[in-house]
């Protein structure tokens, strides 16, 4: 199957973030399997549909796709290795777990692959944190190899997923 998505580079807001490609990729791949169709989904197509939507807007999942996008990086500024900082962590997967909550598991060079739940909300008010939050500068403080008691404070004890050894708690942070 071939997607065909607009290509705006620049500044916003005309511009499409990382972010947006992970959203509209969910959303093509969505309704081409709802809609049982290999056919080639054109841009035209996808809007006139209602896929894509005819001016960007900042929803409840792309707060998630911002998340994805920003951890695995920006191919403008990374390489393709499925993180911004291959030496501290590798994105292998997520998992939603509640509105305005992620579960990132993130495989670490010393600790083997761990569960961390970010918000994609904010925290006080609820409401969707604006695309550009810069998760993966959080992160990458959190996994500091030299203050590693940042990352075991937010530990939960005893919990553990059926993808990882640990389970950390970050949904607190700004």
């Known amino acids: ?6 290509h705006r580079p620049g500044a916003a807001p005309t511009s499409l973030g990382s972010w947006w490609y992970v959203g509209a990729l969910r959303d093509a791949a969505r309704w081409a399997a709802d809609n049982a169709t290999t056919d080639v989904l054109t841009l035209a197509g996808l809007t006139a549909t209602g896929v894509l939507p005819d001016e960007v807007e ?3 999942d792309d707060g998630l796709d911002y998340v994805v996008a920003d951890l695995v990086g920006d191919p403008y500024w990374h390489d393709p290795a499925a993180t911004v900082a291959p030496d501290l962590y590798h994105l292998v997967g997520f998992d939603t777990r509640d509105r305005g909550v992620v579960r ?3 495989a670490l060079p010393a600790r083997g692959t761990i569960g961390m739940d970010v918000a994609t909300a904010d925290p006080k008010s609820r409401k969707s944190r604006p695309v550009g939050w810069w998760a993966s500068t959080k992160l990458i403080a959190l996994l500091n190899p030299d203050a590693s008691e940042s990352l075991e404070a937010l530990r939960v004890p005893g919990a553990v997923g059926p993808h990882c050894g640990g389970v950390y708690d970050a949904t607190a942070r700004a």
Do not use: A, H, R
């Not at 199957?1 to 607009?6: A, G, H, K, T």
């Open 1 to 6: 199957m071939l997607i065909e998505l607009p």
């Open 58 to 60: 900042i929803t409840w």
């Open 104 to 106: 990132l598991y993130l």
